[in-house]
Structure formats: structure tokens, C-alpha cells
């Protein structure tokens, strides 16, 4: 894996807003159609942050897995396509984009084909280790005053010492219908089963289903998308006073 290309976003401000000079991190976990990408990045808007959509990296690996004709359910065929994976990816919430090689995936990344193998390569460990070794050098240089970064395994792996850790849940009927009405062209009752697997699958290599000691719940069952932004900027708020760039 090469080193990425780092966008540095000019909606952000620079990291002399930051005591340190290190980028704050709210860290967000949870499971699929939970709302951590769109929830995230409307938190990081609204905060002046970048954002960091980690599951983008397992997908973009997955593709190009994908692309090689590889089997992505055998670790040793998923390492092989590991060693040329040329990954890149925007931190600028308003100017999201990935990247393999010179190929833009931004939007072939989320299709079907590639959510369904994605599980695959993400229960390689070597794959894990690297991507979040990757995701650490992507915050620490970015040179912005904080990031938010959301995952499966943010809170307890990548950043367990964040300042901010929440854990953004919905029941899984919710969520199953949320994704649903996004993909409108496909049958509700498949868009649902594929949802939970992908769960299942993902929840025997990191445990994002329960809050680890120190994480916050934010439930968003009875939430609409404004509401559930507002209630992690009340996390935020209430951890560390950041809000709005303050
Ligand atoms: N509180 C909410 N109320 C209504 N819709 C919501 C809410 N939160 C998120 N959504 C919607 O649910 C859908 C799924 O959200 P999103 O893609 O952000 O989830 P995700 O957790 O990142 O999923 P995945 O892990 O599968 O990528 C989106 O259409 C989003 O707009
Ligand atoms: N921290 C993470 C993030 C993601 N994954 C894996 O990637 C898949 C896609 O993630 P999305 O958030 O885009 O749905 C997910 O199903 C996991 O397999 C991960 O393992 N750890």
C-alpha cells in the first residue's frame, strides 16, 4: 500500500485552532445504516472538522479486489491485491472523494457487488493493522483542529483514548428501512437480509453492537437526521465544548 494523498480542505480551519496542534477526534461506531457516515459528516459541517469515513478504505480494498478477479474470502488472495492497493481519500466533508491508483471508486465503492464482499477483506487482520496505522497518519497530518472519524472499531482500536467516543445505534428494523429508502430500485425485504448479514459477518471481527467503558450511546431509533446531529453535538458539546468551532 502506497502513502495516501492528503486533501486539505479550505473549509476547515487550520490547525492552530488546536492547542496542541494535534487534530481532535470524535470517534464514531456503530452498525450498518446506523447513520455514521451522513450523521458524521453533517457533525463535522458543523464543527469546522474534517471527516473520515473509515469504511470507505475496507470498500475501496474490496474493489479493487474485485478488480483483479481476486476471491476476497481468502485472506492470502486479498493480501496479494493488499501490496499495490493505492489508496487515497478526501477529509473535506463538503468535497468527498476516494480514490485507487488514478481510478475516482467514489461512487462504484457503494455498489452492491462490493458491499457485499466487503466483509471479506475487512476480517483480514494484516489488512486491519495497516488501513488503521493509515487512518492515524491521515488525522495526524492533516492539519486540521479535529476530525470526525467513524467506523466499527474507532472507539476501541483506532482511538480508544479520543476525546470524544460515541456509539450511534437505531433498531434494526430502522436502520434496515432507512437503507431501503435510499435504494429504492431494490426489493426491501434482500436490502434488509443483506443489511443484517453484513452485521453478522462484521460483528465476529469487532465487537460495535455494544458500548466499550467511556463511549456514549446515541440511540436514534425515535431520532430524525436533524435531531440525531444535534444529539452528537450535544455529546461533543458536553465532552469537550468544541461545538461550532469554539
Ligand atoms: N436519524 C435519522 N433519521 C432518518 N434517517 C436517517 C437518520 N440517520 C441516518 N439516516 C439515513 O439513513 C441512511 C443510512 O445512513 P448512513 O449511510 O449514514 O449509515 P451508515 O451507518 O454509514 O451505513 P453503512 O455502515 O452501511 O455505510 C441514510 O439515508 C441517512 O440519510
Ligand atoms: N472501522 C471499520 C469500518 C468499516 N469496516 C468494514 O467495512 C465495511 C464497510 O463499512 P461502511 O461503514 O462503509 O458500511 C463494513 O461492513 C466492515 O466490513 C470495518 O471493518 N471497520
Known amino acids: 500500500m502506497t502513502d495516501p494523498t492528503i486533501f486539505r480542505p479550505g473549509v476547515v480551519a487550520p490547525a492552530e485552532g488546536s492547542a496542541s496542534g494535534v487534530p481532535a477526534v470524535v470517534a464514531i461506531d456503530g452498525p450498518a445504516g446506523s447513520g455514521k457516515s451522513s450523521v458524521s459528516k ?138 431501503s429508502a435510499e435504494l429504492t430500485s431494490q426489493d426491501a425485504a434482500a436490502v434488509a437480509a443483506a443489511l443484517h448479514k453484513r452485521d453478522a459477518a462484521d460483528s465476529t471481527v469487532v465487537d460495535f453492537l455494544t458500548a466499550a467503558p467511556g463511549v456514549q450511546v446515541v440511540d436514534s431509533t425515535h431520532l430524525d437526521f436533524e435531531q440525531t446531529v444535534d444529539a452528537v453535538l450535544n455529546v461533543v458539546d458536553s465532552t469537550m465544548g468544541a461545538r461550532d468551532g469554539r
Open 42 to 179: 453533517a457533525t463535522a459541517v458543523r464543527l469546522g472538522y474534517g471527516f473520515l469515513d473509515t469504511g470507505a478504505a475496507y470498500r475501496a480494498l474490496a474493489w479493487h479486489a474485485l478488480e483483479h478477479g481476486s476471491d476476497t474470502s481468502d485472506a492470502t488472495a486479498v493480501l496479494e491485491v493488499f501490496g499495490d492497493f493505492d489508496y487515497a481519500i478526501s477529509l473535506d466533508p463538503a468535497d468527498r472523494w476516494v480514490r485507487v491508483g488514478g481510478t475516482d471508486v467514489t461512487a462504484a465503492i457503494r455498489e452492491p457487488r462490493v458491499t457485499d464482499a466487503v466483509s471479506g477483506v475487512a476480517r483480514v487482520p494484516a489488512v486491519r493493522q495497516a488501513v488503521n496505522d493509515l487512518f492515524r497518519r491521515l488525522v495526524a497530518s492533516s492539519g486540521l483542529r479535529g476530525v470526525v472519524v467513524e467506523g466499527r472499531d474507532i472507539t476501541t482500536v483506532v482511538y480508544p483514548d479520543a476525546p470524544v467516543r460515541i456509539l450511534l445505534t437505531a433498531a434494526p428494523e430502522v436502520r434496515a428501512a432507512r437503507r
